[in-house]
């Protein structure tokens, strides 16, 4: 015997009238920032002190193209030396050897102290040191007058420093040798960001730690290290501008400012020297992002964003916490 009870019928709720939420701070904003738009537009325009067909005549020249690809030049060289040379520092600050941890530290501190115009225009005069730079037996002479002999030389060959000292590589030593202190701060970082688990799989297999760190770690920390590689390679070609005080001739900023000097027009060069970085700059910023993007391939967003994060942290030069295993 079933029993029915009555309920009530629920009365259905009245329809949500949603209103949208207003943003007047915004519509200002874009007020503010039309009229300052609009009165950049009418500076670029309207002021003659911009010269434009004198800049855009100049700035094509063969001189001033010689020293794009100067820049360029000096760009890549530093950077390979920065890498290269930050690898290396990197995994000296890594090793149990506490002299090559010392003598890392020590080398990272000076270079990141130092400013790299500074750096630059000391390596410029290097040549007030040595005459000659010559390669052998260390202090030949020295040796010799102990042992009473009279010049005694054990030097193989060397060259004029004015010769090999030139301006270009003074500038390149300069940037590369400050870069190598940076990536080896970024690699550090990249190489702790991965987890230990790693490694302890790779010993278990048998293999060896040059093994472990080419096939394993490095493969690994390329995501954590490839962003900031990026920003630091963008901020070289910034940098390249300093070798113009060393001075290095063929190089963009020296060739744009001795046209503006010659002339006396020394503000459309500038503006020049301006454009003429912004497109390089936008070059390397799609390449950055095509490479990113190789060095991303199956991680998850969530993976991307820790990935982010890590490449700030190494950019910053500190360390970042560990990576869950592959």
Known sequence: MSVETDTPERARPEPIRAVPVRHPGRWVAVAVIGVLV??????????????????VDEMFRPPIMAGVRGSIAL???????????????????????????GVAWAYTWFFRAVPRLVLAILFGNLGILWARIEFGLPFDRQIGALFGVDDFEARLFGFSAVDILTGFVAGMLALGLSEAAYMAEIVRAGIQSVDEGQTEAAQALGMRRGQILRRIVLPQAMRVI?????????????????????????????????VGSRTFQVFPMLVAATIWYLLLTSVLLVGQYYLERHFSKGVGRSGRARTRLRAITAESGGTTGKAGGA
């Open 75 to 101: 760009l890549l060289t530093a950077m390979l030396i920065g890498i290269g040379l930050g690898v290396v520092i990197a995994i000296m600050r890594l090793s149990e050897n506490p002299i090559l941890r």
């Open 38 to 55: 609009a009165m950049f537009v009418h500076l670029l325009v309207t002021n003659k002190a911009f010269n434009w067909s004198f800049m």
């Open 226 to 258: 490839v962003p900031p590689t990026g920003n630091e390679t963008i901020a070289m070609l910034k940098d390249t501008s300093l070798v113009a005080f060393v001075p290095v001739s063929m190089e963009l900023f020296f060739q744009l400012r001795a």
